[in-house]
């Protein structure tokens, strides 16, 4: 099975360039299935059930989260709906929504999509080991897969990296988000799971993670409040693909993706 994991989607910009891309791309690399964190989807922050459509629209096919998931209250009423968004496992059970998401290539087998937050940086939660033990041992074995996809969404880059060692073997993927910038680290680890520390980020080039370069040097450098917005301008498209093997669920090949717009420059 091909995977095709898209780095964080910001905004209109992360949006708009998927829309144009992202089926060419899923041809290119001949992948059977597009798994996107669209967490910041929604001008940053969220999600929208139209969002979410326009999203299925370009070609992803599954949604994964993370800490921003309910910055959108209208999702409040979507997430228990879309069996194709999944939010993080390791939260309040007072969140709505889905814990996982399967993925049925027949032939080639299921994939089981599992979402979860770290702990170091981030807002209060279980633990994402603990979490991810469980998971594993309710869905696995029921759903009759070896195939299992983690997006796990976190700040630090050693929670990422050692969430890697300790699934290994257990998990096909673990793909870092959240930090927004891509890390040349993709490997598969000695018993056979793919890990990258971070995907990176799908959205305006000419950013500051995404978001605009004013707003954000005025919070940064000057300490002053400055609302935060998309940046716009050309975008790219950081992404992952990865080759599965579903008799053993071990991950065969792992290829980081950069694609970008042009930039016009002023002479």
């Avoid at 999944?86 to 599992?114: H, Q, T």
């Avoid at 890697?164 to 096909?172: I, N, P």
């Avoid at 990258?196 to 450098?221: E, K, P």
Wanted: contains cysteine; hydrophobic residues 40%.
């Amino acid at each position: 099975m091909i995977v095709l994991f898209v780095g964080d989607i910001v905004g209109q910009p992360g949006r708009k360039i998927l829309k144009e891309r992202l089926r060419d791309m899923k041809r290119l690399y001949n992948a059977d299935v597009c798994v996107a964190n669209s967490e910041n989807a929604a001008a940053g922050f969220g999600i929208t059930a139209s969002i979410a459509s326009d999203l299925y629209s370009s070609g992803v096919d599954f949604i994964t989260m993370g800490n921003h998931t309910f910055a959108r209250a209208d999702f409040l009423s979507t997430a228990p709906s879309d069996n194709r968004i999944v939010r993080p496992a390791n939260v309040s059970p007072e969140w709505p929504g889905f814990d996982y998401a399967v993925f049925d290539a027949k032939e080639k087998g299921r994939l089981l999509i599992m979402n979860l937050l770290g702990r170091v940086g981030m807002d209060p939660c279980d633990s994402p080991y603990r979490c991810a033990d469980s998971l594993l041992e309710r869905y696995k074995k029921s759903l009759g897969t070896t195939m299992v996809l983690l997006d796990f969404h976190a700040e630090a880059t050693s929670e990422k990296v050692a969430m890697g060692y300790y699934l290994d073997g257990r998990v096909s993927l673990v793909m870092g988000t959240h930090t927004h910038v891509q890390t040349a680290d993709e490997k598969i680890l000695e018993r056979g799971t793919g890990h990258i520390t971070d995907v990176g980020m799908t959205g305006a080039l000419q950013s500051v993670l995404g978001m605009d370069v004013d707003a954000s040097l005025r919070r940064l450098v000057e300490c002053l409040p400055s609302r935060y917005q998309t940046a716009s301008g050309p975008s790219m498209i950081n992404a992952v693909v990865a080759e599965l093997d579903p008799s053993t669920g071990k991950c065969v090949r792992i290829e980081r993706i950069i694609q970008k717009e042009t930039v016009e420059r002023e002479l």
